[in-house]
């Protein structure tokens, strides 16, 4: 699946929930990546008003550590 992040609808994050994963990370209203992190999505949260897109995705890192992410700080995400 090749698209942007905000793109993803919850059907889609189903998809890659749970399986290795590689996030590149930056500002939000820009494309730079600041990090890249290799991680798990275990959990996401959606807005509670139509069309219900992803808002923030928790993930789990290496180190068992889970960090919270928001879906507009995600530049791509990129399956292992």
Not at 5 to 28: A, M, Q
Not at 61 to 69: F, H, K, R, W
């Amino acid at each position: 699946m090749i698209k942007h992040p905000l793109r993803y609808t919850s059907n889609d994050l189903k998809e890659i929930l749970f399986k290795p994963i590689e996030i590149c990370i930056g500002p939000v209203q820009s494309d730079d990546v600041n990090r890249v992190i290799k991680c798990e999505i275990i959990k996401y949260n959606h807005a509670a008003n139509s069309p219900h897109q992803p808002v923030d995705i928790v993930v789990k890192v290496d180190n068992q550590a889970e960090e919270l992410l928001n879906i507009s700080e995600v530049k791509s995400f990129k399956l292992l």
